[in-house]
């Protein structure tokens, strides 16, 4: 071989060699690269905020703001919290989630509601047990009814059926019994008839009771010779009379 064919074959071997080392070079220096190019991202979690107490809307805002979304997934009675504000979130505050997951609140549609139940015609102890027991309160204002029993509920405000919240008052209207009644002096009447002593007695608020007839020759038919309850006594409304009359004609 000339001297001028081995300075070629040198040169030529000396360039594959730099190639293949390049070559190695530039392996070692891209592969890492490439597959951290092509490794799946590590989304950092993000720390879900308390929305309890706000509304939906502005929840939404914060939530977004934090790279999270919302919805509503139920609403329901709150004792406290008023309608339509957040009561309840899930996952609670300070929870790790990663962005773009939903968080669910449950609204509140407000404070429960108890229907006013019926309680006219009972007693006024049935009708506060029932109201009481449903967690309402009584307020009792007291009427005269003669048509009516002592004790006896006459009327309710709110009406039932009316729905209240929890510790609202219900009104009540009770019958109560009317006054004694003080027995005139009935002697001074003329027992003429039946119906007629029982028209005189109705206007006094008394009823008429059992009449006794007696025969005297000294007194004229209607004579009122006695009454029981006497004169001046003091009864019950309604309470009956009873008459010792001189004889005389129905």
């Given at each position: ?213 007696t025969d005297s020759s000294d007194s004229s038919n209607g004579t009122i010779y006695s009454h029981k309850p006497k004169k001046g006594e003091k009864v019950a409304p309604g309470t009956k009379v009873d008459f010792v009359v001189q004889y005389s004609e129905d």
């Amino acid at each position: 071989m000339s001297r001028a064919s081995s300075t070629v074959a040198i040169s030529i071997a000396t360039s594959l060699i730099t190639s293949s080392l390049m070559f190695l070079g530039l392996q070692f220096w891209l592969v890492p690269h490439l597959n951290k190019s092509n490794a799946p991202k590590v989304e950092k979690p993000v720390e879900v905020p308390k929305v309890v107490g706000l509304r939906p809307d502005d929840a939404r805002i914060i939530l977004k703001n934090n790279g999270l979304l919302i919805t509503v997934y139920k609403t329901s009675p709150h004792k406290t919290v008023k309608e339509g504000l957040i009561h309840a979130q899930v996952p609670l505050p300070g929870s790790l989630l990663r962005p773009g997951s939903t968080v669910k609140v449950e609204t509140s549609s407000g404070i429960p509601k108890i229907a006013v139940p019926l309680v006219v015609g009972k007693t006024l102890t049935d009708g506060q047990t029932i109201l009481a027991g449903m967690g309402l309160t009584v307020a009792v204002t007291h009427r005269e009814d003669a048509a009516s029993k002592p004790g006896q509920i006459l009327s309710q405000n709110p009406p039932p059926g009316k729905q209240v919240i929890k510790d609202s008052v219900v009104n009540l209207i009770v019958a109560k019994g009317n006054s004694m009644v003080e027995v005139p002096n009935l002697t001074k009447l003329r027992f003429k008839s039946k119906k007629q002593m029982t028209e005189e007695l109705k206007k006094l608020n008394l009823e008429l009771g059992k009449v006794h007839y007696t025969d005297s020759s000294d007194s004229s038919n209607g004579t009122i010779y006695s009454h029981k309850p006497k004169k001046g006594e003091k009864v019950a409304p309604g309470t009956k009379v009873d008459f010792v009359v001189q004889y005389s004609e129905d």
